[in-house]
């Protein structure tokens, strides 16, 4: 479905709506400017490419979550594509399929690449130690039917088939709260609906940069646990903090763990913010997961 409905599919429910005022609020949902001497349309949600462009897509928030079974897929997709080999200790080894799954739906966003310009956009000048967006920070997932239609076509006749809407649409349930600042996000300035999407629903640290150079030579399989991935459940996202372990983790703070600083700090007084990883999470109670992260690095 690419393009909005007749009229005579809106009015059975919407009757009502559609006399009420000169300029009824219902229109403005397909039309930029309702009225009988103006039929100009917003383009329509999909594709998103297109609809993102516009300026009523830059904003917009979709009414429905996607579901997506990532334990079916995660070996299926790599089988179907040709898989990289690397040289590794005088030895020829083919890539995890995990991994090479991964890369077919996520890839970094905006990355800064070998490009001196490290941030989204043009921090303040008085920025000092505090958070700015930079680029690399998030992973891509498709806003589309493409990938998907590779398989799932008439053709193939692999199911869901592209007629089923209801097998991967569902309406959106009540998220969780994220660490998401939306005034930070409102002062970065940057309006893209790829950035505010993963932002938004970044339910384990609102600061983590996927490109930042030790993070990119780690496999995604470090951090998230595929199989356990439900779309649908925005708590089989959250990464355990046991995957911060050895480099932000130690036994004492003088080991370098920042996790420990930090709840050394917080111990020391109550209003510290932890900054490092947390946005709007930074002043809550410190989980109990990280006490003991800290606590079996420790030995105890």
Not at 262 to 290: M, N, W, Y
């Amino acid at each position: 479905i690419t393009e909005y409905p007749s009229h005579a599919s809106c009015i059975n429910c919407h009757r009502q709506q559609f006399f009420r005022g000169a300029r009824p609020q219902i229109c403005t949902i397909c039309h930029t400017n309702p009225g009988p001497r103006n039929s100009t349309r917003h383009p329509f949600p999909n594709p998103r490419e297109v609809f993102d462009a516009s300026p009523k897509g830059k904003d917009a928030e979709s009414d429905f979550d996607i579901n997506f079974p990532h334990s079916t897929h995660v070996d299926i997709v790599s089988e179907l594509r040709p898989q990289a080999v690397e040289f590794v200790r005088a030895g020829w080894t083919r890539m995890r399929r995990s991994e090479e799954s991964c890369k077919v739906c996520h890839q970094t966003h905006m990355p800064q690449g070998d490009s001196d310009a490290e941030y989204a956009t043009a921090p303040p000048k008085d920025l000092g130690d505090n958070f700015w967006l930079k680029k690399g920070t998030f992973k891509t997932s498709p806003i589309g039917h493409t990938t998907c239609f590779t398989c799932h076509s008439v053709d193939t006749g692999i199911e869901p088939a592209p007629t089923n809407c209801a097998a991967c649409h569902a309406m959106k349930q009540k998220p969780p709260p994220a660490d998401f600042d939306k005034e930070l996000w409102t002062r970065v300035g940057l309006r893209d609906r790829i950035t505010r999407d993963a932002w938004s629903t970044r339910y384990s640290s609102g600061t983590f940069r996927h490109e930042f150079a030790s993070h990119a030579e780690m496999d995604c399989a470090t951090c998230h646990d595929v199989s356990a991935l439900k779309t649908l459940d925005p708590r089989s996202m959250k990464v355990a903090i046991t995957s911060c372990n050895n480099c932000h983790i130690t036994a004492t703070s003088d080991d370098g763990g920042i996790l420990n600083f930090e709840i050394d700090s917080r111990k020391a007084d109550a209003s510290f913010r932890c900054v490092k990883c947390h946005l709007s999470f930074g002043t809550q109670p410190i989980p109990e997961s990280h006490i003991k992260a800290v606590a079996a690095m420790a030995g105890n």
